[in-house]
């Protein structure tokens, strides 16, 4: 039975960054050989010119020996020749140019290698170069030999010089390989070091002979050129009769390879085996002709064959690249007279050589014999067959049916290109996961299968559903309004009826997230983003349906900019608290401060709390954020204490820090630090961040209660808790969000819900306290209800710290003057509640 639960694959990252790092490792440490190597080699006579050196590495790099063995191909390189020469014919800084020279042609004009092969490969040749000359140089010291003397130890010293840095180059060569295959055969490199010392004792054999020839008889080189020259040619010449007779051979193996799996239906499979053998390629396949098909292999599909090489320059070869593939040939397959497809073959085994014209024509004759035996084997029909199973499998979900998210994507950009009006829906089932984990996977298939029949009823002419993955739905529909709030109520009303599944009915809630063009994006891959950001906003609102915003998208340019802004901020103390203060609504007396946090951008302005608060938390930086805040707040309560204006200081913080364990343990550090009593503190936590994890914010806070803080529920009624379950947590005081407070002397509901939550808390023991007070009728209003503290624009707009210091001592200097004159006035009235900034009075202050 098909699973619901999508795996993707683990992404694997690119080593192009390591390959980049180990070239950069390489450069140094031959920069740094070349200082420490000596600066004049001892060098013969004649003194040779270095751009005839470089011009010997240009020859030897571009007409290397490739030799293959089995599937393998070896590469029989002549560098140490010049190397050699340059050892004994040239200083030590004119043989690392002549080098770097020679091959830096050979790879930016003759192979045209991208910069990544380019850099590894001068790298390269930066650390071997200088390592061969020091250790020469300190061999025929350690011999007390020099090198005119030309005997076997100065032989010696040449051979281990020019093994050792070939040595270094194979290893580098070999960390490379093991790089980009991700797989490190250590296995194999005891036979490369052999193939390696092989060569390199041959050619430096060589080369010793040539500086034998130019110490006695430089004329004496021309003869031993053209000896060199016609043993290359006669090479080559039995290097190519030598391949096409095993290809002879190996084609007569294919064939009888085919005909043998005639008997046991394995046509297929031994056609690709046997082409990957004996044509060294990687892979292997047979495809069917699509018309109009924009492919590299279209030209077999018309009867030419196809032969692109690495490195070509054609459309063709673009849209090869575009597959990851480097080179290939292509062959028309025929049944009679009649092109039933094309066989295909592709990336040569090793990075040296590529597919040239005699491959092709042995390909020619491969497909020919393969055509047959595939006709024969009745296999093209079985072909066809499975490429139209295969290509239905490929864009539809097994699940449900429906069509998958490939499948989906194709036909929203094909509706973007005819006529760029679509809209797309992105629905998730609501704690699926729990289905699952509850009743089992089993019932989890069944629901999905039923929420995928239910979407198929909706679609109507170009509307389209699909299953994207998981549980995880999307609807492809026209862009215009009417269209798709007609869509999100069907689907709303659909999914809200129970869904019976055999032994067990369920009812299941949808999140709906809304993208369309051409406000939300103009292409397919930014429509579903932006539709998954609004679907994660669904979850979080009330009625389960969201459209994108852009102020709500994590990865908009200015999200991005504020998360970088954000730290060098909090690093830097650019942050600013204000202060807003808080009052007894009876007697205007001010008892409490709310420290509210404010950050000037350079770019963007004024940013709202409710913006940089939830980037600090997604990238961790709401823990020195709220320490900082608390720091600057209980500092500044101190400084207010000692200028005679006591005030409580309120200060918000988050889940997040809720539920750190240091919590506590660093609000008290920052106490005892600041020297102010703890009554004097008062953390506000969100109602919505106690209900999320009841049993740990409980745990939090009665450790934050047990300091001595006070603790306030802060923005209460928008939430999912209550007043009955308030009594089981360890907080002080509840405080009214300003959505109810606003229009109070308006609205009768907000007035019946207000004077009910005051009355509650009091009878809870709760203080109360109503933010959002912006006019005198709802402060009078308030009053009348016995709220304890009311806080506002009416009473004061947040104010930076000096600015908040002035008014303070004005307040409480025109508080204390009007306490003196009604004294005066009544002289046998009960004194006046004395100023509670100092230690609150807690006497209604339930405690837990």
Known sequence: MPHNRDVAPRPRATPDSLIWLVSALLGATGAALWTFAPPVLPHLTPHLWWPAVAGVYVLTSAFALHLPFGRDNHTLALNQAPMVLGLFFLTTDELVVAALVGLGFVQLVVRRNPPIKLAFNMASMLAQVPLACLIFASMLDLFGVQAKDMTPLVWLATLTAVLTADVLGAVAVFVIISLRSRSWDIAALPRTFGIVALGTFVVTDLALVTVLVVLESPLALALLAVLAVLSYVLYRGFHVQRLRYARLELLYQFTRSVDQALQSESVMETVRAEACELLRARNASVVLCQPNADTWWAAACQGTPVLLTRGDVSPAYDLLRAEGHSDAMAAPLRDGGEITGVFLVTDRLDALSTFEKDDLKLFEALAGHASVALTNSGLVARVRAAAQETEHLSLHDPLTGLPNRLHF????????????????????????????????????????REVGRRLRQVERGETVVARLGGDEFAVLLGGDDVHIEGMVARITRDMSRPFDLGEVTLDVMASIGIAATPRDGSSAALLLRRAEIAMYDAKHGLTGVARYAADRDPYSSRRLSLIGDLARAVEEGTLELHYQPQAVPSSGQVTGVEALLRWNHPLWGDVRPDEFIPLAEHTGLIKPLTRLV??????????????????????????????????????????VQAGLPAALLKLEV??????????RAVHALERLVDLGLLVSVDDFGTGYSSLTRLRSLPVHEVKIDRSFVRHLAERDDDRAIVRAVIGLGHDLGLRVVAEGVEDEASWRLLESFDCDLVQGYYLARPMPAAVMTTWLADHFAAYATRLHTESDQVADAPPAAPLTGGTPDVRRIRRV
Not at 409 to 436: H, I, W
């Open 409 to 448: 994507q194709q036909r929203l950009e094909k509706r973007l290109q005819l006529d760029g009006s679509a809209a797309v829906l992105l629905m998730d089932v609501d704690r699926f996961k729990d289905v699952n984990d509850t009743l089992g996977h089993d019932v989890g298939d069944r629901l999905l």
């Open 630 to 671: 608390i720091e600057t707040a209980v500092r500044q309560c101190v400084a207010w204490r000692e200028a005679g204006t006591p005030v409580l200081m309120a200060v918000n913080i988050s889940m997040r820090n809720l539920l750190e364990p240091e919590l506590a343990d660093t609000v008290a550090r920052l106490l």
């Open 686 to 695: 969100t109602e919505s961040a106690i209900v999320s994890d009841p049993e």
